[in-house]
């Protein structure tokens, strides 16, 4: 398991990249990426998603930017036994290793590369 905290930012910009929502549509359809699990979160479009990040965000004016990105990469050997279910619980134990709790998140999952890995969307 490899993991990347990426650029910290807004979450139009964050969600719409794990949601592939400035992608091509054409190469980019519902089933290369899914929502695999969220808290906090009303809704599971990008408009709801991100209104319900903006809304927590909204909270604490003091952090600029105010949204975390973690990708989770894993070897293409591990695939058969990484199912959603396993991703989650992945992913929540290494939030909370890192000390995210107590926060709106969004896990997505992307299928269409070779690479098996998931995003961590959260509200810092």
Do not use: C
Request: net charge neutral; charged share 30%; proline share 2%.
């Amino acid at each position: 398991m490899i993991a990347k905290i990426l650029a910290k930012g807004f979450a139009s910009d964050i969600v719409g990249y794990v949601m592939r929502e400035f992608h091509d549509k054409e190469k980019y359809t519902a089933d290369t990426w899914r929502v695999i699990d969220s808290d906090g979160i009303l809704g599971n479009d990008y408009r709801r998603i991100v209104d319900s990040l903006d809304i927590g965000v909204s909270l604490n004016r003091k952090i600029s930017k105010p949204i975390g990105h973690i990708s989770v990469s894993f070897d293409k050997a591990d695939l058969p036994r990484l199912t959603d279910d396993f991703m989650v619980l992945l992913a929540k134990e290494y939030m909370e290793r890192m000390g995210i709790k107590d926060t709106q998140y969004l896990i997505v999952r992307h299928l269409e590369t070779d690479s098996p890995h998931f995003h961590i969307v959260y509200n810092r």
